[in-house]
């Protein structure tokens, strides 16, 4: 079964400066990978998705993702922060267009003003 | 882009009695349907997935009497909580697929508090 990890339980940063966010996933022969963020007591914003071609993703509000095949990772970064990115996010995984997302732990991003 | 509405957004129930969350796709048919649970500060749980007109199929450890899930049409899904108890108390989440080009979206979650 498919499975993803978030490395960084917490990340507090600055405003105005870059982070990443880290994912990786367990290998399989194919993969869709996503970004999802969620703001206190709501449902999950789909940031970004990377289903096939450019390894290199573009989302919602300034975030971009990379997937790495050899490195079994989809890393999410934006070069520089607001306030208003302060949320939880998590990154998921399926194999197939059928099969349900499976989510890891969740980061939790914190903007410090 | 495609919505989900989960209806009602927060419930206070009394420990014993059922509570009924409904999830909408509201401009696309989905033939599949996900519930999630999410407890405080914590990812996002597979309970089960449900198909337009056959049986929900269950993850391991949830139990398919205490959470019955109904799929009626295209563009319906409920969870319903049998005699929920404090230990039921989570936010609920379902998510929908669009039928075709499998564009997965999701509902803004419903909290359940059973006091």
């Known amino acids: 079964a498919q499975s993803v990890t978030q490395l960084d339980s917490q990340v507090p940063v600055f405003e105005e400066a870059p982070v990443e966010l880290r994912c990786n996933y367990s290998?399989?022969?194919?993969?869709?990978l996503f970004w999802y963020v969620q703001y206190p007591n709501q449902g999950l914003q789909l940031l970004l998705k990377?289903?096939?071609?450019?390894?290199l993703v573009k989302g919602i509000n300034g975030f971009e993702a990379e997937f790495n095949k050899s490195q079994t990772s989809f890393h999410l970064r934006k070069p520089s922060v607001h306030i208003s990115d302060t949320a939880e996010y998590f990154c998921?995984?399926?194999?197939?267009?059928?099969?349900?997302?499976?989510f890891g732990k969740g980061t939790r991003l914190s903007v410090i003003a | 882009g495609a919505v989900v509405s989960q209806h009602p957004s927060r419930v206070i129930c009394k420990s014993g009695t059922s509570v009924k969350i409904e999830c909408r796709s509201l401009?696309?048919?989905?033939?599949?349907m996900f519930w999630y649970r999410q407890f405080p500060k914590q990812s996002l749980m597979l309970m089960a997935t449900?198909?337009?007109?056959?049986?929900?199929?269950?993850e391991q450890g949830v139990e398919k009497d205490k959470f019955l899930i109904n799929h009626a049409s295209l563009t319906l899904s409920t969870l319903t909580v049998t005699s929920a108890h404090p230990e039921d108390s989570s936010f609920y989440i379902c998510?929908?697929?669009?039928?075709?080009?499998?564009?997965?979206?999701f509902g803004e979650g419903s909290r359940l508090t059973v006091l």
């Open positions: 998510s929908a697929r669009e039928q075709g080009n499998g564009e997965l979206f």
């Open positions: 401009d696309f048919q989905a033939t599949t």
């Open positions: 449900s198909n337009e007109g056959s049986k929900a199929t269950y």
């Open positions: 990377y289903l096939s071609g450019s390894t």
């Open positions: 290998s399989s022969v194919s993969v869709y």
């Open positions: 998921a995984v399926t194999n197939s267009g059928n099969t349900p997302l499976v």
